[in-house]
């Protein structure tokens, strides 16, 4: 009696476990399509590579529901290999993201500096047509910024000498001309003064231990998982006669 007590017990925090990691991998894929169709210009802004990491995203939320699901079943079935096989899967996902975390500790300052190399490109490139130009447009729009460190950022490149601040900048489109976005003292009252870098590493350099706190969390949340599915597989090999 007490030995069916325990396992019940077991299979029960195993199952609740397993429906949180379902609803990660849900978050994720959510995120993953999300990205993909709201975020991909923004992407654009980036390498290639970058292109791919909603596929990422979508990828790993489509794996993690399906082993949240499969966790689950194992847990109800009670199957001493099915719960190996999902502490396995739990030990590889716990090794990935220690692996990315001490990544993106480690090299938080190239990030910083790739992300500043790859924006000074965009504006130093700008010309209002390609790819990159909108992504540059719709990140000053959506943003309201101007430039990587404030609007004077433009007053370097090309396309300054033709058509003066790109239009993305201005505080009200009505009330920009030409004649304004080609004189950088007149510009001052007419554009937005926060540069785009400066903004967005801001807002992460505010948030980084909330975003870190979080996914360290994360992380070694799957070791209560793997703790959990290991110990309720060894106990029912242990007293199977019983349970049977």
Not at 25 to 45: A, N, R
Not at 187 to 197: E, F, L, S, T
Not at 207 to 236: D, K, P, W, Y
Request: a neutral charge; glycine letters at 6%.
């Amino acid at each position: 009696m007490k030995t069916k007590f325990v396992v019940n017990c077991l299979k029960t925090l195993v199952l609740i476990y397993s429906f949180v990691f379902w609803i990660t991998g849900v978050i994720l894929l959510v995120t993953g399509v999300w990205g993909k169709l709201t975020l991909d210009i923004y992407i654009s802004l980036l390498a290639r590579d970058s292109a791919n990491v909603p596929f990422v995203l979508i990828g790993a939320g489509a794996l993690v529901v399906m082993f949240g699901l499969f966790g689950c079943f194992a847990a109800c079935r009670g199957s001493p290999w099915m719960l190996k096989l999902y502490t396995l899967f739990l030990s590889l996902v716990f090794l990935a993201e220690v692996a990315v975390s001490i990544l993106g500790l480690i090299c938080h300052h190239e990030i910083k500096n790739r992300l500043l190399k790859v924006y000074t490109n965009a504006v130093q490139n700008y010309n209002g047509d390609d790819e990159k130009s909108q992504a540059v447009d719709q990140v000053q729009y959506t943003l309201n910024c101007c430039g990587m460190n404030n609007y004077t950022n433009w007053e370097n490149s090309t396309y300054f000498l033709d058509h003066g601040i790109p239009k993305s900048c201005c505080k009200d489109v009505v009330d920009c001309n030409p004649e304004d976005l080609h004189n950088l003292a007149t510009a001052a009252n007419k554009v937005n003064q926060r540069g785009c870098y400066v903004l967005v590493m801001g807002f992460l350099e505010a948030n980084m231990e909330i975003i870190i706190g979080v996914l360290f969390a994360v992380t070694f949340s799957h070791l209560v998982g793997m703790r959990l599915s290991c110990c309720l597989s060894r106990f029912i090999m242990t007293h199977q006669n019983e349970i049977m």
